[in-house]
């Protein structure tokens, strides 16, 4: 639909709306950018970099759809998915970039490298496929695919082969059971203290990355950080879930 189209509706979006809700798109587009580069940093070797990208395409993913829904992205361009684009997106820098970082770069035992790696990119199809991902008050159903926080936490901690094939094959099969887990920008329950924790994490996860002074009391932090989100996880599992609006 043309912006003139646009203009002379009066029930339509004005052109600022639309300028606005273009620039989202182009926004959550970058993650795509971020995560080749991410891609062509680890077939470089250059972990440390890859990671890097993969954290910046992790921050604009998860400040992309508070933007897209306080604009109205849905109704000012309505040619465009935006929920489509951003798993796609989500697929390539959470599963395929961390997928071969596991084949790369020695994670696990030898021989064990394309089964794990073909296993991880398997079972996150079901997380992209299911149509109850999500439960009613935005918890995730099942891990939800994030395994470039899995293999950063392989980075970060130093773990052994085969404790990460053991890690990977767990994670796989949470894939198919119906845990929930936090989406520190989505869920209301705790925010107050879980926005203030995921800034810790990503403040630590830098100065490990960066390897920064000071390394143990930033694992310190970072472990913490882990355990918060694990505690929620099982807080919110326990209980039920809560009826769905009308």
Not at 32 to 57: H, K, P
Request: hydrophobic share 55%.
């Amino acid at each position: 639909m043309a912006l003139q189209e646009l203009d002379g509706d009066p029930g339509g979006p004005d052109r600022i709306r639309v300028a606005q809700a273009w620039a989202v798109h182009v926004l959550t587009a970058s993650g795509a950018v971020l995560g080749f580069l991410a891609l062509a940093a680890t077939l470089e070797g250059d972990l440390v970099a890859a990671f890097l990208w993969l954290f910046a395409a992790l921050a604009v993913d998860g400040v992309d759809g508070t933007l897209a829904r306080r604009v109205g992205v849905r109704e000012a361009t309505p040619q465009v998915d935006g929920a489509a684009l951003d798993n796609v997106i989500d697929y390539f820098t959470y599963v395929a970039v961390p997928a071969l970082m596991l084949h790369q770069h020695g994670f696990l035992p030898p021989g064990w490298e394309t089964p794990a790696s073909a296993l991880v990119m398997g079972a996150s199809c079901w997380t992209f496929a299911n149509a109850e991902a999500k439960s009613t008050d935005a918890w995730f159903v099942g891990f939800p695919a994030t395994w470039n926080l899995v293999v950063l936490a392989f980075l970060v901690l130093g773990t052994g082969p085969w404790l990460n094939l053991g890690i990977v094959g767990l994670c796989a099969a949470l894939t198919f059971v119906p845990w929930k887990y936090c989406h520190p920008f989505r869920v209301r329950a705790f925010r107050a203290v879980t926005l203030p924790v995921t800034a810790a994490w990503g403040v630590a996860t830098l100065w490990l990355l960066l390897d920064w002074p000071w390394r143990e009391a930033a694992q310190a932090v970072w472990l913490a950080t882990a355990g918060w989100f694990a505690v929620l996880t099982a807080w919110r599992s326990l209980r039920e879930d809560p009826p769905s609006r009308p």
